[in-house]
């Protein structure tokens, strides 16, 4: 009997997973069902703020059809009510069941929603799995809260974006681009303050603010202010903070951070934390039989961690981990379900870094990893010894870098208008990789006239979520691909969270001045 695997979640990891397990399908080893609350096909959702401002089209964001995944059980519009683990059953809403023998949880996570004044909830959403909030305030979550954005982009109206991380504002400079106009209000001097330290943030602020776009930093949310409209819904008219500030718009869009998806798994009495606690062959802590894969998956030991009530680390946040995970496990099941002589047992799944933090948009480059908080002039405790820190800063012409180092290995990094010095820390960071002695050679690489492939060579990494190289990407464009896109098709570079589509287009270019 072909073993049945049942994904629930049709985000672009369980997506990747079952397209890997298409083999298994076609061989008879397996059966795969995957379930997917929305009704629209399966897209990528990290690429719809570039959907939400016209820079993208719901085709170039769509992952795959029913029709692509021949051989697979896509269900669309099924939402899973709960799991039972003993009849080994998955429970819809509609109250069919579907049976499993492997069941892989790829439920993503949920955005965060503060507690607002005057914020309403207004029942379920069609998917039932969020909430309906106030007219004219959405998380940019889903399509039809990019469809929200775009009605207000289109006409020039005023986007207020609370949250000043990565998609806050990324979302905010592509409003910006887009002629919309943007207002960023957060709490805290600086904009991603996770990522830059002050001379970057800096330097972003100045471009953010020459773009268009008004920072509004030391905001404590408290509430906001709707007005009803002649059709008796109220919708979003202002932000309000907790010292008074008035910050009025057509929309607010929340940017406070997401939280894993693990409604499912805890009511199957599942143990989770910041998500489902799974071992390093993914599997749930509570059940072999479960996986966790994604957003929703918090891998630990569960020999060293198992009686902590508090479990270090959690999920990544990007969806390359999320890809290097479904890959591995679809690896790994046919490794245990095929012909051990034809089917390599993958390597163990290795711990995943941080990883490389990529802003995307067209008014500024900007790069970061590990830890960039040291201050190099600031006094040193007793006993204690401090990262080597390099800074270059040049806030002229907005460019700045600045790399931290341990026994001369790159711990941390950031770079500000400077993508070719950008792209070689990533991959001596990603690698454990040691700085140059002169540490200004890496500067040389932004000079107009320095050649456009960085010194780490045909093996540097372009695309990080997808783990595809210099080389490859060459390859692609010597077989015939002329675009972004046709390289994507190729490649799947430039398909996850869009941060490498520029350098790409650079190497295009590159190559197309080479053979003119």
């Not at 870098?401 to 990094?413: E, N, S």
Request: with cysteine.
């Amino acid at each position: 009997m072909p073993e049945r695997i049942v994904v629930v979640g049709a985000g672009p990891v369980g997506i990747r997973f079952a397209e890997e397990l298409l083999p298994l399908v076609n061989s008879g080893r397996a059966t795969v069902t995957v379930l997917g609350a929305e009704t629209a096909d399966p897209y990528n959702r990290v690429l719809l703020a570039e959907l939400a401002v016209g820079e993208a089209t719901a085709a170039e964001l769509t992952l795959t059809t029913g029709a692509a995944l021949a051989g697979i059980d896509l269900r669309l519009g099924a939402r899973v009510e709960r799991i039972d683990r003993d009849a080994r059953l998955v429970v819809l809403a509609d109250g069919t069941v579907c049976g499993y023998d492997r069941l892989v949880l790829a439920t993503g996570a949920r955005p965060i929603v503060p507690s607002l004044d005057g914020l309403e909830t207004r029942g379920p959403d069609d998917t039932g799995l969020d909430t309906r909030l106030t007219g004219g305030v959405c998380v940019l979550r889903d399509l039809s809260d990019a469809a929200q954005v775009r009605a207000v982009v289109e006409r020039g109206g005023r986007v207020v974006v609370l949250g000043a991380g990565v998609l806050g504002i990324e979302l905010a400079m592509l409003l910006a681009d887009a002629g919309a106009v943007p207002s960023v209000a957060h709490f805290g001097p600086i904009p991603m303050p996770r990522q830059l330290d002050r001379g970057s943030a800096s330097i972003l602020s100045a471009a953010l603010g020459a773009a268009g776009v008004v920072l509004v930093p030391h905001t404590r949310a408290a509430g906001v202010i709707g007005v009803e409209g002649a059709d008796g819904i109220r919708r979003f008219s202002a932000l309000v903070s907790s010292d008074g500030k008035r910050i009025h718009g057509d929309l607010l869009v929340l940017s406070c951070g997401v939280r894993a998806r693990t409604e499912l798994a805890e009511a199957a009495g599942l143990r989770v934390d910041a998500g489902v606690l799974v071992d390093h062959e993914l599997r749930s802590w509570s059940d072999p039989r479960i996986h966790a894969i994604g957003d929703c998956a918090h891998v630990a030991d569960p020999v060293v961690h198992r009686h902590e009530r508090r479990v270090p680390g959690g999920p990544a946040g990007l969806v390359g981990p999320g890809w290097r995970q479904a890959s591995w496990l679809a690896a790994s099941i046919a490794a245990e379900l095929g012909d051990h002589r034809d089917t390599a047992v993958p390597a163990p799944l290795a711990d995943e870094q941080p990883g490389v933090v990529v802003l995307k948009g067209e008014l500024v480059d900007i790069a970061s990893a590990g830890d960039v908080s040291a201050d190099p002039f600031a006094p040193l405790p007793a006993g204690e010894s401090a990262p080597g820190i390099a800074v270059w800063a040049d806030p002229e012409h907005g460019t700045y870098v600045k790399m931290a180092t341990r026994d001369g290995i790159l711990t941390g990094f950031v770079a500000v208008g400077m993508p070719r010095a950008a792209a070689e820390l990533s991959v001596l960071y990603l690698r454990g990789g040691e700085l140059p002695a002169d540490r200004s050679l890496l500067l040389r690489l932004d000079d107009p006239d320095a050649d456009a492939l960085a010194p780490a060579g045909r093996d540097a990494t372009v695309c990080i979520c997808n783990a595809v190289t210099v080389e490859g990407i060459e390859t692609a464009i010597d077989s015939g691909c002329g675009s972004v896109a046709a390289i994507g098709q190729s490649t799947r570079a430039g398909t996850g969270c869009g941060g490498c589509r520029a350098r790409i287009a650079e190497m295009l270019h590159a190559h197309a001045g080479a053979t003119a």
